[in-house]
């Protein structure tokens, strides 16, 4: 399920409907918006081939889009650790077999680059307007005649991601005493684990020979930070042993000069 360069808004809208779906199925069952759209993106970057997974979940009762929402979000926190040990997904495994295809977590665990890469790319990309309310709602008013063709609808859709300010893609870390990481430990855990995902890792400067305490990681682009979080405000990540601490980077505002 790719868009074109040549398709509009609109088009790619109707492309994902299933989901958009699948989203407001997930949202219904009182799920974080964060982590249902992740999980719809798993299910997307799953939707190759004969395996189609989210398009069950439109049909599915409450307690079972619940049980996939839990499952997907459970692979995707998993692949921040050190060694990713993913939990059982019966249900993911279930409808992706009736496509023929058997799925057990492990494939995740091995393929977390691939996965990574493959989810960012949806939430960086189509993803945007999927689940962009406000165009949904405008797509509904077309659909039942109350508006004609909105120039929003109609507007072409470019699959290049939107290149977003450092801010927005950037995390800002703490260490605990006496466990600091040095910037190159910190790059290369991640690109180990999910690739070519970080521009750069900014350290706290310090003098005396003091460590740092605190630092920043740019990623390339935004959607990596939603993964990292997962829909959690605050989340911790081991590396070699030691704790690093992340959350969402918020700059500082600047003082009004009068």
């Not at 930070?225 to 918020?250: C, P, Q, T």
Request: charged content about 20%; proline content about 7%.
């Amino acid at each position: 399920m790719e868009g074109s360069a040549t398709m509009t808004v609109r088009e790619v809208l109707y492309m994902y409907s299933i989901a958009r779906e699948a989203y407001e199925r997930f949202i219904s069952v009182g799920g974080n918006p964060e982590q249902a759209q992740n999980a719809v993106a798993l299910l997307v970057w799953l939707d190759q081939g004969t395996i189609s997974a989210i398009h069950h979940v439109p049909g599915l009762d409450t307690g079972a889009v619940a049980i996939v929402a839990e499952e997907a979000n459970a692979v995707l926190e998993c692949l921040r650790y050190p060694v990713p040990v993913l939990p059982p997904i019966p249900l993911i495994s279930t409808l992706c077999l009736q496509g023929g295809v058997y799925i057990e977590p492990g494939f995740f665990a091995f393929h977390q680059d691939l996965v990574v890469r493959g989810v960012a790319h949806f939430l960086d990309g189509a993803g945007k307007l999927v689940f962009n309310d406000r165009l949904n709602v405008l797509l509904r008013r077309y659909e039942t005649g109350l508006v004609g063709n909105p120039p929003e609808l109609m507007a072409p859709y470019s699959p290049l991601p939107v290149v977003v300010p450092e801010d927005c893609r950037s995390m800002f870390i703490t260490f605990s005493k006496d466990m600091h990481l040095h910037r190159e430990e910190i790059f290369d855990y991640f690109r180990e684990k999910w690739g070519d995902c970080v521009v750069r890792v900014l350290m706290e400067k310090t003098t005396g020979g003091n460590m740092p305490m605190y630092g920043r990681i740019i990623f390339k682009t935004e959607a990596v930070v939603k993964l990292v979080l997962n829909g959690e405000r605050l989340v911790k990540i081991s590396i070699d042993h030691r704790e690093m601490w992340m959350r969402k980077y918020i700059p500082r505002p600047t003082n009004a000069v009068a």
